[in-house]
Nanobody, 125 residues
Framework: QVQLTESGGGLVQAGDSLRLSCAAS????????MGWFRQGPGKEREFVAA????????PYADSVKGRFTISRDNAKNTLYLQMNSLKAEDTAVYYC??????????????????WGQGTQVTVSS
C-alpha cells in the first residue's frame, strides 16, 4: 500500500519561505515521477511542479516559476518543495502525488494515481 505524507506547511508572512516534504512508503519511490499540486479556497486543484524519477526534468507552473524548487531524495524516499518569496495567492492546501509514469513529469492530475492528504500553507499579507 503506497502512502504519501506531506509535512512542513504553516502560517507565514508574504516574502517568507517554507519547505514542504512528502515522505513515501509502500512502493518503489525511485521508479516514479512525482508532483506537487495545490488547491486554494474556492478554487480547482492546480499543478505546481513535477519531477521525473531521476530528477532530470522539473516543469513548473508559470505562477511559481523562479520562486519554487522541486527536488527529491530517492535514498530517503522523500519529495521536497522549496517555496521562496511566498505570496498571499500561494495560500492553499498542497498535495504530493505519485505518477503512474517514470519518465514523464506531467502537469495533468489524471496521470497521478496516489495522493497524500495535503498540508495547509497560509500566507498572510
Amino acid at each position: 500500500q503506497v502512502q504519501l505524507t506531506e509535512s512542513g506547511g504553516g502560517l507565514v508572512q508574504a516574502g517568507d519561505s517554507l519547505r514542504l516534504s512528502c515522505a513515501a512508503s509502500g512502493g518503489s519511490f525511485s521508479n516514479y515521477a512525482m508532483g506537487w499540486f495545490r488547491q486554494g479556497p474556492g478554487k480547482e486543484r492546480e499543478f505546481v511542479a513535477a519531477i521525473t524519477s531521476s530528477g532530470n526534468s522539473t516543469p513548473y507552473a508559470d505562477s511559481v516559476k523562479g520562486r519554487f524548487t522541486i527536488s527529491r531524495d530517492n535514498a530517503k524516499n522523500t519529495l521536497y518543495l522549496q517555496m521562496n518569496s511566498l505570496k498571499a495567492e500561494d495560500t492553499a492546501v498542497y498535495y504530493c502525488a505519485r505518477s503512474s509514469n517514470r519518465y514523464y513529469a506531467s502537469s495533468s492530475p489524471t496521470v497521478y494515481n496516489y495522493w497524500g492528504q495535503g498540508t495547509q500553507v497560509t500566507v498572510s499579507s
